[in-house]
């Protein structure tokens, strides 16, 4: 029997679970899709803007360093956390990257600590992140990043839209109260996730910086079958397309 459950902020206890899709659509989980589906081979999530620092000074300048503070590049980086701000030629040159959010990398480093297979998940890759962990076990979580430890109304309608699919696919799922919310919510945009989206604060903000084509990019679905896993390379959790 299939159970879904949807945590909605990091800040809540996690649940056991035998996987976990993370979800942070404005904008670090569609930014590490994007990533690899342009090319990019590995991508290190850390929590802090000096761990960042650190690591690309030990692997050198051939590293992306990526990533945002209120939603903008710390000082030194070379991209902040817009899926829109790199090419296929970008990442042929530079195929690695450490990334730094304020919300996103928080979230699937704390997934990980399960010690269970860990997922990118957002609009873009949808259904393949549902067929994803469908494969990988019958208790699929989804934890969303939130905005400074509360809960983001984009987020969740984000996995709304996900419950969805796993409802069609197994119509028997037994759903927490989070991933009833979540589906209520999804359901309450009449199947159009960019006008739920642009309900939430994140997303007025983002606007506010001039950024609508990111928040168009990232409501876009099912754009690819890319579903990168955290896994371990050398001493940190990464995502890796080898």
């Not at 890759?125 to 990988?136: D, G, Q, W, Y």
């Not at 409802?167 to 037994?174: F, G, P, S, Y």
Request: proline residues 4%.
């Amino acid at each position: 029997m299939t159970e879904i459950d949807v945590v909605l902020s990091p800040a809540e206890k996690l649940p056991e679970m035998d996987t976990w899709l993370v979800v942070d659509i404005l904008r670090a989980t569609s930014n590490i899709v994007h990533f690899f589906h342009q090319g990019g081979r590995l991508m290190i999530p850390v929590e802090e803007v000096d761990q960042a620092r650190r690591i690309r000074e030990t692997y050198g300048d051939e590293w992306l360093l990526m990533g945002e503070r209120d939603a903008l590049p710390p000082e030194g980086f070379d991209m902040g956390n817009s899926p829109l701000e790199y090419s296929k030629d970008t990442l042929q040159e530079k195929p690695f990257a450490v990334i730094t959010t304020t919300n996103g990398t928080k979230a699937l480093i704390r997934a990980r600590e399960q010690e269970v297979p860990v997922y990118a998940a957002c609009a873009r890759n949808a259904s393949a992140a549902v067929e994803r962990a469908l494969n990988t076990g019958e208790k699929i979580g989804f934890l969303c990043a939130g905005r400074l430890g509360r809960v983001a109304l984009d987020d969740v309608i984000c996995c709304g839209l996900m419950v969805e699919i796993i409802r069609r696919i197994r119509n028997d799922a037994v759903m927490s109260d989070g991933a009833v919310m979540a589906l209520e919510l999804w359901e309450s945009c009449f199947g159009n996730l960019r006008r739920g989206v642009e309900q939430a604060g994140h997303c007025s903000l983002l606007y506010d910086m001039g950024m609508e084509k990111d928040i168009a990019f990232c409501c876009e679905t099912d754009q690819t079958e890319i579903v990168p896993r955290l896994s371990s390379w050398e001493q940190y959790p990464a995502f890796m397309n080898y």
